[in-house]
C-alpha cells in the first residue's frame, strides 16, 4: 500500500505539472508555422513525465483514417508490452485537412502493467490531446481572424478607389457621359476618368493595369495623380499619352507592369473628339447610319518602351450617337462563346439604339442595364469598364 501511495503521488505531482505546463502553452504565440514544434514540445513532455512508456504516437488523421502527420517517440515493443492505451478525439467536425485534421489520435505503449493506474493516465493522455486540440483550433481562430482583417482592409480599399472612379453622369451642352465598373475582385486595375479642362477642352480616360487585384489598385491611383499633373498643359491625347509614359515608365518596369490606355479629348469648340490609343483596345462607335469599331493606329502599352510615340485620330460628332470606350474585361466575358466578339457587341449594342425611347436619358440607362445584365449573366475573369459619351449634333441641346 505504501508502494501504493508514493507512486500515486508522483502521478499526481506530474500531473500537476502537466497541468502548469498546459496553461503555460496557451499564453504563448501560435501559428501554422510553429505549430508542430509546439506539438513535438508537448509530446515530449508528456513522455517524459509519463509512467514509463516505451512508446508513444500522435497522428493527425482524416475522417477515413488518412494520416496527415504523426510524431513518434521511443521503441514500438512487442514482447515487452505490458499495456496499450488509445485514445482518439474529435478536432473539427467541418474541416479535415491536413492543418485542421478531423481527428488527433494517441497510441502508447507501457512495458508496466499496473491495472489501478490505468483510469489515471487515460486522463494524463486526455489532457494531452486536449492540449493539441487546442493548439490546433487556435491556429485556425487565427487564421480566420487573418482572414477577416485582410477582407475588411481589401473591402476598405474597394471603397477607396470606387470613391476616385466617376459616379455622376457628366453633362455637357451637346454630350453627356457615364461610367460602368465592376472590378473582378474586391479591388482592381481598371482606371475610368473624365476632368474639364477648360471651357473649351474634357479629357477621358479609360486605362488596363496589368494583372488585377490590390498592387494593380494602387497603380490605379497612381494614374489619377499623373493624369491631373500632365493635363495641366496637355491638351492633345497623343502628347498626353507620351508624357504619362516618361512619367510612369521607371516605376512601371521596377514593379512589371504595364499600362494599356485609351485617351479621348472632347472639343466642344469644334465638337469633334480626338483620341488616341496605348495597346489599348478599339472603342465602338454607334450612330443611326454608322455602326462600327473605329479603326485607329495605337502605340504600344504605357511602360514597355521609353520612348513610345502615339498617334491621334479625329472624330468629328456629326449626328446623335454614342462612343462606347471599354477594357478588355468586357470581351473576356463571351470568351466562351465563339460568336460573342467585338462584332457581335456592336450589333447588340446597336440594335439597342434603334429601338424608340422617349429620352436621351432612357437610351443610356438601357445600354447601362444591357452591359450590367451581360457582365452578371457570364463568368467574370478580368475587371469590366466601360464609358459611355452619348452625342447629337451641335446645334441640338441635350435633354436632361
Known amino acids: 500500500m505504501n508502494h501504493q501511495l508514493v507512486k500515486l503521488m508522483e502521478l499526481k505531482q506530474n500531473y500537476e505539472y502537466l497541468v502548469m505546463t498546459s496553461n503555460e502553452q496557451s499564453k504563448r504565440q501560435v501559428n501554422y508555422e510553429s505549430l508542430m514544434p509546439f506539438i513535438e514540445e508537448l509530446v515530449d513532455t508528456w513522455f517524459v513525465k509519463m509512467d514509463k512508456p516505451c512508446f508513444l504516437s500522435i497522428t493527425f488523421e ?8 504523426r510524431i513518434e517517440r ?26 485542421t485534421p478531423r481527428y488527433v489520435r494517441l497510441f502508447a505503449q507501457s512495458n508496466v502493467n499496473d491495472r489501478d493506474l490505468k483510469e489515471l493516465e487515460k486522463s494524463f493522455y486526455g489532457l494531452l490531446l486536449v492540449n493539441i486540440r487546442a493548439l490546433i483550433l487556435r491556429c485556425q481562430q487565427d487564421q480566420s481572424s487573418g482572414q477577416r482583417e485582410i477582407e475588411m482592409e481589401m473591402k476598405l480599399a474597394r471603397r477607396m478607389q470606387s470613391m476616385l472612379i466617376p459616379t455622376e453622369e457628366l453633362q455637357l451642352t451637346s454630350l453627356r457621359t457615364r461610367t460602368v465598373y465592376v472590378p473582378v475582385d474586391y479591388v482592381g486595375g481598371d482606371y475610368i476618368d473624365y476632368r474639364q479642362i477648360n471651357d473649351r477642352y474634357t479629357c477621358f480616360i479609360i486605362a488596363d493595369v496589368s494583372g488585377h487585384g490590390f498592387l494593380a489598385s494602387i497603380w490605379a491611383t497612381g494614374i489619377r495623380i499623373a493624369v491631373r499633373q500632365v493635363l495641366q498643359s496637355s491638351y492633345s491625347p497623343d502628347e498626353i499619352l507620351e508624357r504619362l509614359n516618361q512619367l510612369l515608365y521607371a516605376d512601371l518596369v521596377k514593379t512589371r507592369s504595364y499600362i494599356t490606355m485609351l ?45 513610345s510615340t502615339y498617334q491621334m ?33 456592336l450589333e447588340e449594342l446597336s440594335s439597342l439604339l434603334h429601338m424608340p425611347c422617349e429620352s ?28 459611355i459619351l452619348q452625342f447629337e449634333p451641335e446645334e441640338s441641346i441635350a435633354l436632361v
Not at 283 to 302: E, H, R, W
Not at 364 to 384: F, W
Open 62 to 69: 482524416s475522417a477515413l483514417g488518412a494520416v496527415y502527420f
Open 74 to 99: 521511443g521503441n514500438k515493443e512487442s514482447a515487452k508490452v505490458q499495456r496499450e492505451v488509445e485514445e482518439r478525439i474529435v478536432v473539427s467536425e467541418q474541416c479535415d485537412t491536413a492543418q
Open 263 to 307: 485617351v479621348a479629348v472632347y472639343d466642344e469648340m469644334e465638337h469633334k473628339i480626338r483620341f488616341g490609343r496605348a495597346g489599348h483596345p478599339q472603342p465602338f462607335y454607334l450612330s443611326k447610319s454608322n455602326q462600327t469599331i473605329l479603326a485607329s493606329k495605337g502605340g504600344v502599352g504605357l511602360g514597355l518602351l521609353p520612348d
Open 313 to 345: 485620330e479625329e472624330v468629328p460628332l456629326e449626328e446623335e450617337g454614342m462612343l462606347l470606350l471599354y477594357t478588355d474585361g468586357l470581351l473576356d466575358t463571351g470568351r466562351k462563346e465563339v460568336s460573342r466578339g467585338s462584332r457581335h457587341w
Open 360 to 387: 436621351k436619358q432612357e437610351s443610356m440607362n438601357r445600354v447601362e442595364a444591357y452591359l450590367m445584365g451581360i457582365t452578371q449573366q457570364r463568368n467574370q475573369t478580368d475587371d469590366i469598364s466601360v464609358l
